[in-house]
């Protein structure tokens, strides 16, 4: 494979991983804003809601300050000046919040259209690397892969007695070995549930799983440009049908006559 098309390849995914960072510290911030802003929108709330009682009960000592001679009129102005401040100082300062979050939010969109573009691009270039190792492969290759099964010629044709051995042989091991796959299987979904760790002398640990090409995707993005997605023959699918065979030999069995040996 070119040398160029490897280094590409392997700046553009360095490239990936770092726009995966700025992302998640973008994300991180943007919920850090967006908590401040939160908090400081109910004490600015709060705040508002004390002022108001305070205006309140200072239009009722206003009111009463006809009779009382203006009794406790000066302590009530204080404070509901005191609080208004308060509150709006508290209002300024949520919607400072409310404006830093906006923009840590923005900063996290861009980021994540940042990792999207580069993720496509990684992806093409990693399209394009498979293609060119497997090209490669094929070129350098000095026993390429069969098509097709390699198949006797009539006069290399064993005996019938021993392709039935063979066949009869091959369905018992084929049967005992899905009987078995099944079994592991069960035993591997109740292991599945334990977290991991060790267990007396068993060990339980999960390794991260490894990524595949999408071919859905693959064949959805073609479909946009109006292209057929490329195809390729796999092997063709063997079977070997023994059940007559074994159904003969079980009918057998049973109208073989009972042998009696009788002892000397």
């Known amino acids: 494979m070119s040398s160029k098309t490897t280094a590409a390849t392997a700046r553009i995914m360095a490239r990936l991983v770092e726009a995966e960072d700025v992302l998640t510290a973008a994300r991180r911030e943007e919920a850090r804003a967006a908590g401040m802003a939160t908090r400081a929108a109910a004490r600015a709330k709060a705040a508002r809601t004390v002022a108001a009682m305070a205006r309140r009960e200072l239009a009722k000592v206003e009111a009463a300050a006809l009779t009382n001679g203006g009794k406790g009129l000066l302590a009530a102005t204080r404070k509901a000046d005191t609080r208004t401040r308060k509150a709006e100082e508290l209002t300024a300062a949520a919607g400072e919040a409310k404006a830093t979050a906006t923009i840590a939010r923005r900063a996290a969109r ?155």
């Open 110 to 264: 861009t980021a994540a259209r940042r990792v999207e573009r580069i993720a496509r691009r990684a992806a093409l270039a990693a399209t394009r690397s498979v293609e060119k190792i497997a090209a490669t492969l094929g070129e350098t290759s000095l026993t390429p892969a069969p098509e097709a099964d390699r198949v006797l010629d009539a006069a290399e044709l064993p005996a019938v007695e021993e392709i039935e051995t063979h066949a009869a042989r091959y369905a018992e091991l084929d049967r005992q070995a899905k009987d078995t796959a099944k079994l592991a299987d069960a035993e591997k979904v109740w292991l599945r549930q334990l977290p991991n760790g060790q267990y007396g002398g068993v060990v339980i640990t999960r390794t991260p799983g490894r990524s595949v090409l999408d071919g859905a995707q693959v064949a959805l993005h073609y479909t946009d440009l109006g292209k057929v997605p490329p195809r390729k023959n796999t092997r063709a699918t063997f079977k070997c049908d023994a059940t007559a065979l074994l159904k003969g030999r079980a009918a057998e069995r049973e109208e073989a006559p009972a042998v009696l040996t009788i002892a000397a």
